[in-house]
């Protein structure tokens, strides 16, 4: 069975500083995709960055980076000069495609950044 | 409009009654996904539709629950004789059909359920 552990339920950080999400997965697959979503209080779910499995390259968007092990089956998103909108649940996904397209989701990391 | 749409918003409803709660994906998303999300909890899926295959019903935790879809548009999740441990947030999802594409799905707003 495909599965997505995420390890910290809770981490609070000071506004500004650097954190880091874990995520590990298990899966036979080769091909696959990977996916971190934000959840504001708003509740509305946002994708933040996605990785696709074959490339080498670790995705970034902005202030926002993946540390991307296939080897180890790893997936940290690593958020730069935190600010204080990025205070949300931060869940990481993952897809293997021509399957399902099902996207299995970790139980997601609360992430509170303080003043 | 542009993202996935959700009706109601929230919802209050009495034990024991049904409710609808209706999704409208994205224009030309194949794939339509429904989950449950418990107060301070991760994501439950729920029910999966890829455009014209069988549903994937996997994820529904009774016959209570039920969904439909019309074609690649409107779906509607039905709970019957509701609980309170229905009590949750209803989140639908859509994505593109795999081939080309990578994956990513856009959530609506999510409907909010409070079962008396």
């Known amino acids: 069975a495909q599965t997505v552990t995420q390890s910290q339920p809770e981490m609070s950080v000071q506004e500004a500083e650097t954190v880091t999400l874990s995520c590990t997965y298990d899966?036979?697959?080769?091909?696959?995709?990977l996916f971190w979503y934000k959840q504001p209080p708003s509740r509305q779910m946002i994708l933040v960055i996605r990785?696709?499995?074959?490339?080498?390259q670790n995705a970034t968007e902005n202030r926002f980076s993946v540390n991307f092990q296939k080897a180890a089956k790893s997936f940290s998103l690593k958020i730069s000069d935190s600010q204080l909108g990025d205070t949300a649940m931060y869940f990481c996904?993952?897809?293997?495609?021509?399957?399902?397209?099902?996207?299995?989701f970790g139980k997601g990391t609360r992430l509170h950044i303080l003043p | 409009g542009a993202g996935v749409s959700q009706s109601p918003s929230n919802k209050v409803t009495e034990k024991g009654k049904d409710v609808e709660l209706r999704c409208d994906p994205i224009?030309?998303?194949?794939?339509l996904y429904w989950y449950r999300q418990r107060l301070g909890q991760g994501l439950e899926f729920l029910i999966y539709?890829?455009?014209?295959?069988?549903?994937?019903k996997s994820g529904l935790p009774s016959d209570r629950f039920s969904a439909e879809r019309t074609g690649e548009s409107v779906s509607t999740l039905t709970i019957q004789r509701t609980q309170q441990e229905d009590s949750a947030v209803y989140l639908c999802?859509?994505?593109?059909?795999?081939?080309?594409?990578?994956?990513?799905?856009?959530f609506g707003p999510g409907t909010r359920l409070l079962v008396l």
């Open positions: 999802a859509s994505s593109l059909a795999w081939s080309g594409t990578s994956g990513a799905q856009y």
């Open positions: 899966t036979s697959e080769n091909n696959y995709y």
């Open positions: 990785q696709e499995a074959y490339k080498q």
């Open positions: 996904a993952f897809m293997t495609p021509n399957r399902d397209d099902k996207i299995i």
């Open positions: 224009s030309g998303h194949t794939a």
């Open positions: 539709f890829q455009g014209n295959s069988a549903p994937d």
